[in-house]
């Protein structure tokens, strides 16, 4: 069963649609957990709301699941996220790199998504200005 609702999961993520946003109770408990760099919330819907503004925010969000494992109720999935920025770099075809943690439940939904990926380097650094900034700081604590 735990494979098959991996299987299920990573076809959500590769396939994700606006219109998929509403239907995420099916893949994610009612009290589920999620956290990345930028968000930490409880709850389906404060879940769905990250996923709306996803597609509200940027330009033909997709992931690509490159790797996935599973054993028992825990998954990891390796991925690349490709999207453009509706308004900052516009237009600009953008990838970051990550990884996400899942717990399952007895019913193969999601209790637990934790996302692992360094926002400095795959969205800071590529920001007018601030990009500036963060390549500066990282060459200055590099070489020290």
Known sequence: MRNAAVERIVSLFESLAPADVQRLGEYY???????????EVHGLEPIQRIYAHMFEALESPRFVV???MAQASECW????FHFRYR???????????????????PDG???S???????????????????????WLKRRATSS
């Open 29 to 39: 408990s009612e009290d589920a957990w999620f956290k990345d760099p930028f968000n």
């Open 66 to 68: 490159t790797q996935h």
């Open 77 to 80: 999935l390796v991925w690349e």
């Open 87 to 105: 308004s900052v770099l516009k237009g600009r075809a953008q990838v970051v790199h990550g990884a996400s943690h899942l717990l399952l439940g």
């Open 109 to 111: 939904r999601i209790q």
């Open 113 to 135: 998504h934790r996302d692992y990926w360094d926002a400095a380097e795959e969205v800071y650094e590529k920001l007018p200005l601030v990009g500036a900034l963060m390549r």
